[in-house]
């Protein structure tokens, strides 16, 4: 197996923000992680077990990011996405919508590192201020008021840093290895929205030249979608990205809202799409499979961006513990300048590339 990416590689890395490795996970250690899976008991996590954190610190991908990005912590953790087979069902989804509505086998394009509280499933009839405070006050604390240490149900914080001025987490790379068949669309395989890094990344150096807030409730993203059919919909892109990839073929939904067509990563046990944090992805619907969908997810951050901190493998704000505890870091060291650095300048993480990404830039000045 390979251990390292191809120039090819890298150069559709950059031009797409994702690169699908064929059999990067050799087939003993997709068993192994397979029969953890199949063996655990109802309601074990087996996500740190080393089965599972194998599939990277086991396997070429180790190599192969050391090479294309630096040195990161090992996963001792991991996201196990098992997306069982389903038909579309009336509930409201994250963005407010029934999820029959929503086109692309519901796909839910999304940043990772955004505070998610579960959404209203009746459609609330409050001003935008009174459904924004229901919302923000139906998280795991209750009603504490409009804070950094408000909670979702996805152990996100609202905001990452006290002041506020810093609406989401970040990290470097995405790791999704693939345990069963999904070469066929429909089957709930990862959907990404492709070259959209390109338009999230100008879209947080816009914000910060503003008035340095970046991520949701800063410059241009709004937090909550109040014309969503529940009005309480999560805005999970800012409507300056989503417009760039919008065209006549774009799906809508009843409303008359359109929406950008993902590109579903087809994939076979043993392959490993790598991609950066900026790309715009999102699980979809298993309708058409067999079996429940396995991808085993991986978020990896360069450790130079703190090097005293170590990244676990499935958080998506290491920058706080992963229940939102806030950390202790050293004088003049201010984590979420940092983070909004990497935000802004996506490529700084990826030693490897360097190359490469100054090729492509002077070829699109050109």
Not at 124 to 143: D, M, R
Request: net charge negative; proline share 7%; with cysteine.
């Amino acid at each position: 197996m390979a251990d390292a990416l191809t120039l090819e590689q890298k150069r559709t890395l950059y031009r797409d923000g994702y690169v699908v490795v064929k059999q990067a996970v050799a087939p003993e250690l997709v068993q192994a992680a397979l029969d953890c899976i199949h063996t655990a008991k109802k309601g074990e996590y087996v996500g740190g077990k080393p089965a599972m954190t194998g599939l990277v610190n086991a396997s070429s991908v180790t190599p192969i990011l050391h090479e294309a990005m630096g040195q990161f912590d090992p996963p001792s953790i991991c996201q196990v996405g098992v997306n069982k087979v389903r038909q579309p069902g009336n509930h409201f989804n994250n963005l407010g919508y029934r999820d029959r509505d929503q086109p692309y086998y519901g796909a839910e394009s999304h940043m990772d590192g955004l505070c998610t509280i579960g959404v209203p499933q009746e459609v609330l009839q409050g001003t935008p201020e009174e459904n924004y405070q229901h919302y923000i006050g139906s998280g795991p604390k209750g009603n504490i008021g409009r804070s950094a240490d408000v909670m979702g149900h996805n152990s996100v914080p609202l905001f990452e840093d006290p002041e506020m001025t810093l609406g989401m987490g970040s990290f470097t790379a995405f790791v999704f290895v693939c345990l069963n068949d999904q070469t066929r669309e429909g089957c709930g395989q990862t959907a990404l929205l492709r070259g959209a890094h390109h338009a999230t990344e100008r879209f947080f150096q816009w914000q910060r030249s503003v008035n340095g807030h970046v991520g949701p409730e800063g410059p241009g993203w709004p937090r909550i979608n109040h014309n969503a059919p529940n009005r309480c919909g999560h805005v999970y892109l800012p409507q300056a990205v989503r417009e760039q990839f919008l065209d006549e073929d774009s799906e809508s939904t009843p409303d008359g809202q359109r929406w950008p067509r993902p590109t579903q990563i087809l994939m076979e046990p043993g392959d490993a799409c790598i991609t950066v944090f900026h790309i715009p992805h999102s699980g979809t619907r298993n309708e058409n499979g067999t079996e429940s969908r396995k991808n085993i997810i991986f978020r990896i951050r360069n450790k130079k961006r703190q090097p005293d901190k170590v990244a676990n493998g499935v958080s998506d704000h290491p920058d706080r513990g992963q229940a939102g505890e806030w950390l202790e870091y050293e004088a003049g060291n201010n984590p979420w300048e940092r983070s909004k650095d990497a935000l802004c300048d996506m490529w700084d993480e990826w030693e490897g590339l360097r190359e490469v990404v100054a090729e492509e830039k002077a070829r699109e000045v050109a």
